[in-house]
T-cell receptor
Framework: ETGVTQTPRHLVMGMTNKKSLKCEQH?????MYWYKQSAKKPLELMFV???????ENNSVPSRFSPECPNSSHLFLHLHTLQPEDSALYLC???????????FGPGTRLTVT | GENVEQHPSTLSVQEGDSAVIKCTYS??????FPWYKQELGKRPQLIID?????GEKKDQRIAVTLNKTAKHFSLHITETQPEDSAVYFC?????????????FGRGTQLTVWP
C-alpha cells in the first residue's frame, strides 16, 4: 500500500517546537485532505486542497498551517501546539468529490 | 452542516453471525455514503459506498442499504469472520462546491469471536 505515504510515522514534540508533517500521493489525484483522529471522536476534517488551492479550512487553529506546493505533496506545519493536539493525523487524496478517498498510514503525534 | 450519528459504538458477534451498523444523517442534500474499515494500527480503507440514486448495494458478504426518506443507511455483514474485526466508519457527503467534504460517524468497534 504505497499510494499515499506520510512521514514521519511517529512524532513527539514539545509545545514550543516547530515541526512539519509530510504527505505524498502517487495516484495522480486532484484533491488532498488532512484529518485529525482522536480517541473516541469522529474523524475531523481539517483542510481540503483541490488542484493545489485550499478550498476549505474547517475552523482549525492557526497553530496548524497547511501547504500544498503541488498536486502530489501536502504538508502540515505545526508550531506552539497544545497537549490536546496529540492525535493521529491522517492525509488522504481523491480524484474528485465523487471518488473514494485513499488514506495514508497517519502520523501519531504526541505533544508533551 | 451535516451531522452523522452512528450506532452501536461497539458490537460483538459470534463468527458466522450477521452484523448490522446503522447511521443517520441530517442534511437531505447528502448524496454519497461511503463506509470505511480501519483495522488496528492501520489506515481507514473504503469497503463499500452507495449513492442516493440506489437503495441497496451488495459486494459479496457486505451490503449497504439507504433510506433517503428516513435519512438513514446501514452496513450489513453476513457470515462474519474474525478478520472482519475492526472499527467501521460511516460517512455522508454531497457533491458540488464542498469538494470531498466527508462527515464521519464516530465509528463502531466490531469484534468477531471465533
Amino acid at each position: 500500500e504505497t499510494g499515499v505515504t506520510q512521514t514521519p510515522r511517529h512524532l513527539v514534540m514539545g509545545m514550543t517546537n516547530k515541526k512539519s508533517l509530510k504527505c505524498e500521493q502517487h495516484l495522480g489525484h486532484n484533491a488532498m485532505y488532512w484529518y485529525k483522529q482522536s480517541a473516541k471522536k469522529p474523524l475531523e476534517l481539517m483542510f481540503v486542497y483541490s488542484l493545489e488551492e485550499r478550498v476549505e479550512n474547517n475552523s482549525v487553529p492557526s497553530r496548524f498551517s497547511p501547504e500544498c506546493p503541488n498536486s502530489s505533496h501536502l504538508f502540515l506545519h505545526l508550531h506552539t501546539l497544545q497537549p490536546e493536539d496529540s492525535a493521529l493525523y491522517l492525509c488522504a487524496s481523491s480524484q474528485d468529490q465523487w471518488s473514494e478517498q485513499y488514506f495514508g498510514p497517519g502520523t501519531r503525534l504526541t505533544v508533551t | 452542516g451535516e451531522n452523522v450519528e452512528q450506532h452501536p459504538s461497539t458490537l460483538s458477534v459470534q463468527e458466522g453471525d450477521s452484523a448490522v451498523i446503522k447511521c443517520t444523517y441530517s442534511d437531505s442534500a447528502s448524496n454519497y455514503f461511503p463506509w470505511y474499515k480501519q483495522e488496528l494500527g492501520k489506515r481507514p480503507q473504503l469497503i463499500i459506498d452507495i449513492r442516493s440514486n440506489v437503495g441497496e448495494k451488495k459486494d459479496q458478504r457486505i451490503a449497504v442499504t439507504l433510506n433517503k426518506t428516513a435519512k438513514h443507511f446501514s452496513l450489513h455483514i453476513t457470515e462474519t469472520q474474525p478478520e472482519d474485526s475492526a472499527v467501521y466508519f460511516c460517512a455522508a457527503s454531497r457533491g458540488g462546491s464542498t469538494l470531498g467534504r466527508l462527515y464521519f460517524g464516530r465509528g463502531t468497534q466490531l469484534t468477531v469471536w471465533p
